[in-house]
């Protein structure tokens, strides 16, 4: 069965760094497109980025491009979110999530998210 | 882009019907048929109920439902169940090759 697990979350001070990982398993990694989407605290749903199946189209929200980086190693069956330049509003939970297709297509499974807070 | 525009709220006693609208642009909802619909319940992941517009995962009760016209795409939840209770999320492509989610919907069953 389908699982993605994310790791990677934490407490961090603003203007730092954290890279985000998220194993996927029970499923061809290298054969679909992967998404980020994020939950701020008692907020809704933001979709953040998204990945093809080979890594070589990538697609960002406006409200992270140019500090987060969405990436990918199919030899390892894992996606990464590289986020720099942590800003307070940057605190929820994020998911990954498996594209149902192999391009840029919406996606089915979640994985169960990892908390960021960005606090000083 | 701006959010997809959902109601805060709708509520339906058990076995009614309820329809959760979600308007976007020409840009998203309205320019392609992929939108997408997920339940969320408190402190769990979101779960696919409908993708495609109109779509059913395999696993999805065919109490559900999707359809769009125009710019507003709509989820039916027919014979509503205590456990469809929860948080309903619409989500769109857009012409960036973007993603974008409605607020949100929250679904009491009375």
């Known amino acids: 069965q389908v699982q993605l697990v994310e790791s990677g979350g934490g407490v961090v001070q603003p203007g730092r760094s954290l890279r985000l990982s998220c194993a996927a398993s029970g499923f061809t990694f290298s054969g679909y497109g992967m998404h980020w989407v994020r939950q701020a605290p008692g907020k809704g749903l933001e979709w953040v980025a998204v990945i093809s199946y080979d890594g070589s189209n990538k697609y960002y929200a406006d409200s992270v491009k140019g500090r987060f980086t969405i990436s990918r190693d199919n030899s390892k069956n894992t996606l990464y979110l590289q986020i720099n330049s942590l800003r307070v509003e940057d605190t929820a939970v994020y998911y990954c999530?498996?594209?149902?297709?192999?391009?840029?297509?919406?996606?089915?499974?979640w994985g169960q998210g990892t908390l960021v807070t960005v606090s000083s | 882009q701006s959010a997809l525009t959902q109601p805060a709220s709708v509520s339906g006693s058990p076995g009614q019907s309820i329809t959760i609208s979600c308007t976007g642009t020409s840009s998203d909802v309205g320019g392609y048929n992929y939108v997408s619909w997920y339940q969320q319940h408190p402190g769990k992941a979101p779960k696919l109920m409908i993708f495609?517009?109109?779509k059913r995962p395999s696993g999805v009760s065919n109490r559900f439902s999707g359809s769009k016209s125009g710019n507003t795409a709509s989820l039916t939840i027919s014979g509503l169940q205590a456990e469809d209770e929860a948080d309903y999320y619409c989500?769109?492509?857009?012409?960036?090759?973007?993603?974008?989610f409605g607020g949100g919907t929250k679904v009491t069953v009375l």
């Open positions: 495609d517009v109109s």
């Open positions: 999530a498996k594209g149902i297709y192999g391009g840029n297509s919406p996606f089915d499974y």
């Open positions: 989500s769109s492509y857009t012409t960036s090759s973007t993603w974008v």
